[in-house]
């Protein structure tokens, strides 16, 4: 993100990292990370209160939205996030060794 040349306007900037894995990160866990002021004192500190345990869960399940989206084999596919190294092909390829190895294991 920050090899752009044009990254020192705001609106490259937010545009970049809007699309951005890392950003997308960043963004969830600026929204649902409760308590900062007890960030680095621990799990336990940060999630006291139904409130906090409620806002970790969101936490994870938007995280895991993210990730699920590049690391399974079928959905990585399709749903291709920016920032991400491999193109439609590459990915599509490794779905199909993905499928040869599982023929291969059942023959």
């Not at 749903?79 to 599509?92: E, K, M, P």
Request: glycine share 6%.
């Amino acid at each position: 993100i920050l090899a752009y040349e044009d990254i020192i306007f705001e609106h490259v900037k937010n545009e970049k990292v809007e699309k951005d894995i890392v950003g997308k990160q960043i963004q969830f866990l600026s929204l649902y990370l409760p308590n900062t002021k007890h960030l680095g004192e621990g799990l336990h500190r940060m999630s006291r209160g139904w409130q906090a345990k409620i806002s970790f869960c969101k936490l994870h399940y938007h995280l895991f939205k993210i990730f699920i989206r590049n690391e399974h084999t079928l959905l990585s596919a399709f749903q291709r996030t920016a920032g991400t190294n491999f193109s439609a092909r590459q990915r599509l390829s490794c779905f199909f060794m993905y499928l040869c190895g599982i023929m291969v294991g059942n023959a």
